[in-house]
């Protein structure tokens, strides 16, 4: 058996041609190493609020009875 292919890969590339070009925004740089875990502590568990009680954040969560 061979895979399929989604359409012709003559469209392919489609989108990003026709979308404007948009210049690169300045960021700050990304926390490394110590201060990225530290970040990722005082994240999941100092800063928790009333919503996180109940477990962590589901991605699709179903509807609230």
Do not use: D, W
Request: proline share 8%; aromatic share 4%; glycine share 10%.
């Amino acid at each position: 058996m061979v895979g399929k292919v989604h359409g012709s890969l003559a469209r392919a590339g489609k989108v990003k041609s026709q979308t404007p070009p948009v210049e690169a925004q300045e960021k700050a740089k990304k926390l490394t190493g110590r201060a990225k875990k530290r970040e990722m502590f005082n994240r999941r568990y100092v800063n928790v609020s009333a919503s996180m009680i109940g477990g962590k954040r589901r991605m699709n969560p179903p509807p609230e009875k």
